[in-house]
């Protein structure tokens, strides 16, 4: 690459725990073996075009704070041209093997589709060239179907059918450029995928219609041999009142509905499953129990505020907590960790972007090392499969097999008496889980 545009920052160094240098990883160590992998190879970490280098700091009450030195002057693909190395150089600076884009954080748009489809090709074939250059693969491509005033009331569920063939142009595209650039994963995030006013709207309607897309999707990446996962992201509200992949259960259901979940899993980002009112735990548990994880999108929201704040992930619990769900379900597969996180409207210099990715990937690999052992030392899982030790036989193992009926157990309740009562340990557990974070 021919110029530096991050000059000050050199390649983040791992120094370990004890280091105070805040331009070094105290967790992450990408290039220690563990278990025959790189940490980078079992981490996959991802950087988020999207925050990363098309946010500018914007809020709903404020533009722009944030202005980069490749940004400021250019016709709009030259911008996108030098963003793109920009961005490429970062990646390798934080050792980060993976980044995501939607379609238009990469080109801008041109005057009609057919431009827009021309730009997105060009700089497509600029990011080959230096996804060649530095090894920095693709975690997952997608389309923006939501940010365009044509896309106001949603895209695949869009009342107007020419809004779900512009959408649907926008997926071939964008499913030709993941495959061409190799990426392991495609998503769907709904972000208007949903109403404000059920006054104008045919919710079953729409939920066909969005079933519908998918399955298009589907067949065309068939067609083409894109052998990338599709993901689906649920998320509850933001921007629309109501978003029909609301959650994991609920997407879970709209995918065996429709015959879909073959084809899908879910990419889980912790600030929607807490906008949801779970936590980031709760939906991996659920996508885990069906076989559906697939990917994370890493951030964090805030407690008194009600949006998707999409902070940098600091809270080594809440993290700890989901790496647990995940490895002790085996893993993401061909997802990883996708920082979709933004820096704070005054974070405005470039060492505040380097200072946020430190933090998320040295939260991430302290909390995949304390989960390890916790998994291996097995102390919650003995706690739990006790717990539940009354349906490895007798009657309980007849329930779980579906070897009894209900006449049966009334006839076994009378005879058993009143159940003996048993305390769930929470504080207990609870001191231990602080016992490995704090250690
Ligand atoms: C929005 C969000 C998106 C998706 C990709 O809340 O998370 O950035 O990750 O479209
Ligand atoms: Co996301």
């Known amino acids: ?23 070094a990883f105290r967790h992450y160590n990408p290039d220690e073996v563990v278990d025959g992998k790189t940490m980078k190879e079992h981490l996959r970490f991802s950087i988020a075009y999207w925050h990363s280098f098309r946010g500018a700091g914007t809020d709903p009450f404020g533009g722009p704070t944030i202005c980069r030195t490749w940004e400021a002057k250019g016709k709009p693909m030259e911008v996108a041209k030098k963003r793109l190395e920009a961005a490429f150089e970062f990646f390798t600076k934080l050792s980060s093997p993976y980044y995501c884009f939607h379609d238009r954080d990469i080109a801008p748009e041109g005057k009609d589709l057919a431009e827009t ?52 142009a926008q997926v071939k595209q964008a499913l030709d450029i993941t495959k061409e650039l190799g990426g392991e994963n495609y998503v769907f995030w709904g972000g208007r995928e949903g109403y404000e006013t059920l006054l104008n709207t045919d919710l079953k309607r729409e939920m066909d219609h969005l079933a519908a897309f998918l399955h ?35 997407g879970i259901a709209f995918l065996r509905t429709y015959k879909l979940e073959k084809h899908f899993k879910f990419n889980i980002e912790t600030n929607h499953a807490t906008l949801a ?27 008194l505020l009600g949006w998707d704040t999409d902070q940098f992930p600091t809270d080594l619990k809440e993290i700890t907590l989901g790496m647990y769900t995940i490895l002790k379900y085996g893993g993401l597969g061909s997802g990883g960790f996708n920082f979709d996180a933004k820096l704070r409207r005054p974070s405005v210099d470039p060492i505040d972007l380097v200072y946020a990715h430190i933090g998320g990937m040295d939260t991430f690999a302290l909390a995949w090392k304390t989960a390890r052992r916790l998994l291996k030392d097995g102390v919650l899982a003995a706690f739990v499969k006790e717990r539940y030790a009354s349906y490895d036989s007798g009657l309980g193992r007849e329930v779980e097999k579906g070897k009894t009926d209900l006449e049966a157990l009334a006839k076994a309740a009378l005879k058993q008496g009143e159940p003996e009562s048993r305390s769930g340990r929470q504080e207990y557990l609870e001191n231990i889980l602080n016992r490995y974070l704090y250690r």
């Open 1 to 23: 690459m021919k110029k530096a545009w991050f000059p000050k920052i050199p390649v983040i160094p791992f120094e370990g725990p004890e280091s105070d240098n805040p331009l």
């Open 117 to 168: 489809n021309r730009n997105l090709e060009e700089i497509a074939g600029l990011a080959k060239e230096l996804q060649k250059a530095t090894g920095v693969k693709l975690l997952w491509g997608t389309a923006n179907l939501f940010s365009h005033a044509r896309y106001m009331c949603g895209a695949a569920t869009n009342p107007d059918a020419a809004v779900f063939v512009h959408a649907a």
């Open 216 to 250: 298009l999707a589907v067949d065309y990446a068939k067609k083409i041999g894109f052998k990338g996962q599709f993901l689906i992201e649920p998320k509850p509200k933001e921007p629309t009142k109501h978003q029909y992949d609301f959650d994991v259960a609920s």
């Open 277 to 303: 009112g779970h936590t980031f735990q709760h939906e991996l548990e659920v996508a885990g129990g069906a076989g559906l994880l697939g990917s994370v999108d890493a951030n964090q929201g805030d407690t």
